[in-house]
C-alpha cells in the first residue's frame, strides 16, 4: 500500500529517461546517498509503502501510477534501487532499453549471472561496492536494480 506525500518542486522530478550507469547510479540515485539528497534530485512527491521490510519511496509519473522508481532506504541512507513496471525510456549503455531481449541483454550488457526468482529472473553483474541487477520478465527486460553488493535481487 502506499501513502503519497508532499508536492515536487518544479526543478526535482523523476527522469522521463532515466540512465542505469551499473555499480554507479540509476535514474541519478547513487548507492549510499542520503535521503535528503533524493528529494533534493527527484522531489518530494512519492509513495510511501507501508508493508516492506525497508522504507521504501515510489517516484512515478502521475499519483497512483505504477511507472517509476523504487528508492529503498536504511538509517536515511539509499540501501537500493529499481526500476518499477519497465518505465518507458529507460536506458543503460550501449544502447540497452528496457523490453530488450535476453540475447540483447546479453550482448549489450555483458556477462551476467543468472537468479531465478519466483516470478522473474534476474541477471546480475557485482562490484566490490554494488550489485546490478538486470530484472527479466518472460524473455524481456523489464527492469533494472542497483543494490550494495551480494544483496538477494529476488527480494
Not at 32 to 45: I, K, M, T
Not at 90 to 103: D, S, V
Request: charge should be positive.
Amino acid at each position: 500500500m502506499l501513502l503519497l506525500v508532499g508536492t515536487a518542486p518544479a526543478s526535482a522530478a523523476l527522469p522521463k529517461e532515466g540512465t542505469l550507469v551499473p555499480g554507479r547510479k540509476l535514474g541519478g540515485v547513487h548507492l549510499g546517498e542520503a535521503a535528503n539528497d533524493v528529494r533534493a534530485a527527484l522531489g518530494s512527491s512519492y509513495g510511501v509503502c507501508r508493508g516492506c521490510a525497508t522504507t521504501t519511496w515510489y517516484f512515478t509519473y502521475r499519483p497512483f501510477d505504477r511507472h517509476g522508481l523504487a528508492v529503498e532506504l536504511r538509517r536515511g541512507r539509499v540501501s537500493g534501487v529499481y526500476t518499477v513496471w519497465k518505465p518507458s525510456g529507460w536506458r543503460a549503455p550501449r544502447g540497452l532499453r528496457l523490453g530488450a531481449t535476453e540475447l540483447d541483454l546479453q550482448t549489450l550488457a555483458g556477462p551476467l549471472v543468472p537468479i531465478v526468482c519466483s516470478d522473474y529472473d534476474a541477471r546480475i553483474r557485482d562490484t566490490a561496492e554494488a550489485r546490478t541487477v538486470y530484472y527479466v520478465l518472460r524473455g524481456r527486460l523489464w527492469g533494472f536494480g542497483l543494490l550494495h553488493a551480494h544483496a538477494d535481487p529476488c527480494r
